[in-house]
Each structure stands twice: as C-alpha cells, then as structure tokens.
C-alpha cells in the first residue's frame, strides 16, 4: 500500500514484573500533535505495569502502537502486540482501552460474537481504572456516571449477551453498539464491583488472568460467570442473569416512615419496582441513616422482590434517610416517598 506520508519510529523498552524487555515501538506520521505522542511514550511505562499488576505479567513479547490514515473509521484496534489508532490519535484514555485488550480480548479471547461484551465491556472498565489511578476515585465516578448516562440516553434497549449471535453475527452497529456493549457493559462490571467489593472482585480479576486453563484461550459467556461464581465462592449468577438479559434497568419506588415507639425508632422501608421489562432486579442496597446527634449509621438489606418491607430499630432519633447514596446501583432511576 501506497503513502504520502512517511512512518516514524520511536521506540522505548520496558521491563515486565518477570523481567523480560518488552519493546515498546510507536508507529507515528509526520505532522501529528508531538505533545500527545510523547505524553502516551511517558505514561506508557507506568500504564504497562498498573495493568500487568492489576491482571497478570504483560503477556506478549512486544507492544506497540502504530497511526493510520483518515480512512480508519474506528478509534483504535487491539491487534495482538500492536494496536492501530486512529489519525493524530495519541489520546491517553483510547490508549488504556485498546492497550487492555492484550488481556481481555488477546490473552483471553471471545468464544463467539454473543461474547463481545467480555470483551468492550472490560476495556471500557479498565479505561475507568485507569482514570481512578491517575486521577482519583472521584473521577472514576464520573467516569462511571458517564457510561451510565450514554446508555441512558440510546434509543437501543437489547441485551448485553444475545445467546442467538452465536450462530447469527448482527450488523457491526449493533454487534459494536456503543451504549450497550461498551457503556452499560462497563457499568455493569463496576456495579460487580460494588457487590463483591475490592478485594473479592480484584482478587477474581487476578485468578481470571492468571488461570493457565485459560491464557491463550477462548471463553464464553457461561464459562465466565461458572469462573467467577467459583473464584469467589459466591453463588452470584443472578447478578449476571438479570443485568446481562435486562434490556433496561430498576425503576424503584422506594417509601419510607420513622415512627417513635417509647424509646425506639423504627424506619419501615418498603422497596419496589416499576420496570419496563419483566425482571424484578435483585440487588443489595445501602440505607445511610443521619441521626439528630449527628451520627450516621451505613445499613446494607437484599432486596429480592418487589413490595419487600424492611424495618431497622434504633435508640436514637433519625432525621434523614439516604437511599444507596454511594451510587452503587448506578443503572437506575430511582423515585423515595415518605409516607
Ligand atoms: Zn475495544
């Protein structure tokens, strides 16, 4: 192939927690923004190890990241060892995206179609680690919210894992859908997160990638949630049942009431949902409570089904009620009545 423009090469060479050299070779054009370029040479080191730390040693033996020309409509593609960017697109964040893949899409790579998300909804997710390393848990949280948002606002409601695409690959709109496969796949690992928190979910992350019987492997759907299910030691199939076939989310209607008995208080709670699809969506679900001496109290109840009532005794006065106020259910809408 033909070009007017003539590739540039730098190259920089990083050592892997194991201690192999991995070069590292950026494939640029002339008249591409410098600045970028060189702020994705300098943060690639320390990118390289958070993920290989995070997951598993770096797990190839070369990386590189090479420009192309306007007529690349994506922003970037994993290609094992050597990712393709758009034009000009030395952008920090597409960078963590497409360099996550080597893990989640290279090293363990999809069985089927109708696996996709595993892999755009992970690298979605690691660009928000990424953000949350370099610039804090706040800006992970927006980060989050973000994603929460851009599904929020797609006409497309359709699952994330279509069983069918097995067999029948859908148009690459639809297979590559933004809103679902990236954003809502994204929030949904984070809200995995929430439910297992750091350590159980960190540590399954870590067993996913380090697992021989896997690395260099295909995996499908099924075989992921059966993973995750044992490195856990948690039976949270109905987390990926629901979140994975839902095409919308919880529209809960949540009541509430405080009552004095002698000296006790008593907070009736009673959780529904109005949903547009038929799934009632289990989730645990965080009550702060702000007591009149200023205290707070962090409550976490399962709900399970819909009308659920939930009472919670206290010897002190409470004045405020806070429904999952850390956001946890972050694919939601949620409407509070006192009654
Ligand atoms: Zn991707």
Not at 121 to 128: D, I
Not at 217 to 235: H, K, L, P, Q, V
Not at 257 to 266: G, K, N, P
Request: negative net charge; proline residues 3%.
């Amino acid at each position: 192939i033909s070009s007017k423009k003539n590739y540039q090469l730098d190259e920089i060479k990083w050592k892997s927690l194991n201690g192999r050299v991995i070069p590292v070779r950026f494939y640029w054009n002339e008249g591409e923004n410098q600045s970028g370029l060189n702020h994705v040479k300098n943060i690639t080191p320390e990118m390289m190890r958070f993920f290989s730390e995070l997951f598993c040693d770096y797990p190839f033996e070369k990386n590189g990241y090479a420009t192309l020309n306007e007529l690349f409509i994506f922003g970037g593609m994993e290609n094992q060892t050597l990712i393709s960017l758009c034009s000009n697109c030395w952008d920090e964040e597409l960078i963590a995206h497409e360099f996550s893949h080597q893990w989640f899409g290279n090293m363990i790579t999809l069985k089927t179609w109708a696996d996709v998300w595993l892999n755009e909804g992970f690298a979605t997710f690691a660009e928000g680690l990424w953000i949350e390393h370099r610039f804090g848990e706040e800006a992970y949280k927006e980060y989050m919210r973000i994603q929460a948002e851009r599904f929020f606002q797609s006409e497309n409601k359709f699952p994330i894992f279509n069983r069918e695409w097995r067999n029948k690959i859908p148009d690459i709109g639809t297979l590559y859908n933004g809103e679902i496969i990236y954003a809502k796949s994204s929030v949904v690992l984070n809200m995995l997160r929430n439910v297992l928190g750091d350590s159980v979910f960190f540590g399954a992350l870590k067993s996913y990638t380090n697992d021989k019987s896997l690395q260099y492997r295909n995996i499908s759907t099924e075989e992921f949630i059966s993973r995750i299910i044992s490195y856990t030691g948690r039976d949270i199939g109905w987390f990926f049942n629901q979140w994975l076939a839902g095409t919308h989310f919880p529209v809960y209607k949540n009541y509430y009431s405080i009552t004095q008995r002698d000296s006790l208080y008593i907070i009736d709670l009673i959780f529904s949902q109005e949903n547009d699809e038929n799934i009632y969506y289990k989730m645990p679900f965080e009550i702060q409570i702000l007591f009149e001496d200023g205290s707070s109290a962090n409550e976490t109840i399962f709900n399970d089904r819909d009308n659920q009532n939930f009472r919670l005794v206290y010897s002190k006065k409470p004045i405020k009620i806070y429904f999952d106020p850390h956001d946890k259910i972050l694919l939601k809408k949620m409407y509070v009545k006192e009654l």
